[in-house]
């Protein structure tokens, strides 16, 4: 199929949003990547290369971001067009804009030809995260363990909420480890927390130990001090997220997990559904 090769701007977001979608629909992964937000954040801002077919139709695009520490690019092949090399030729293209600096593509819907595509280039994944869904049909119910009382952020301390976040993620590889004010004044600039399904669950002493942070309808972090896990406290806290959701009439539930994690396990079983994965692979430069 011939292709016409040339560049996007804001015009083309209706149609990355269709091109986004499909691929989704295919692949899996990121469900607000077909959002206007993060495609613009993504594929526009910097340099930009697009294929449309002879009817005018967008089958392919990238866009490429060059700062200080290097390139980052995302791109789709729309699934009706693959194996005709458009993406051996959007890598080729970001590349060679990348100027020899470390390439890292952000890829939030992943495909297996992709990821072959990549490793070809010398990309190595670097980030990898398993997206999943809860069609909200059947809400488990998990028991509260014995010893803790479960309170909505909104009827929580603030020093509560960032402890159990400190105490459940400190002893993990790659802790940021953000001052209380940091982590709290990103997670109250988001317009889509939910303070009032969020939970904190503190032990008799009054010590907090777990934690969920609930956005719109994502489960965006979950957490349980050591020396209670294995308790079923963790499972507890996404089961009363998953029946408040679906007392609401939610559709669906999300979470992304990373692939490494044995919490992957305790979701399934929990009635999430694996739906594709997001991930990062990145050169040497």
Known sequence: MNVTWGSLDEADLPALRSLAGACLGVDGGLPILAEEGLL??????????????????????????VGPDGA???????????????????????????????????????????????ARHGLRETFAELVMRHPLDKPPVVPEPEGVTILPVTHASSRDLFAAYAGSFADRPGFPDPSQDEWLEELEGDDEWRRDLSLVALASDGEPVGFVNVLGAWIDQVGVVPAWRGRGLGAHLVSRVLQALAAERAPEAWLSVNTNNPAGDLYARLGFEQRGKRARFTSAG
Do not use: M, N, Q
């Not at 910097?46 to 971001?65: C, F, K, N, S």
């Open 40 to 65: 613009r954040a993504r594929l526009l801002g910097g340099d930009t290369l697009a294929a449309r077919d002879p009817d005018g139709r967008l089958v392919a695009a990238a866009g490429v971001r």
């Open 72 to 118: 980052t690019t995302s791109g789709f092949v729309h699934p009706d067009h693959r194996g005709r090399g458009l993406g051996r030729e959007l890598i080729r293209w970001a590349v060679e804009r990348s100027a020899g600096a470390p390439l890292t593509v952000a890829a939030e819907t992943c495909a297996a030809d992709a990821e072959r595509l990549y």
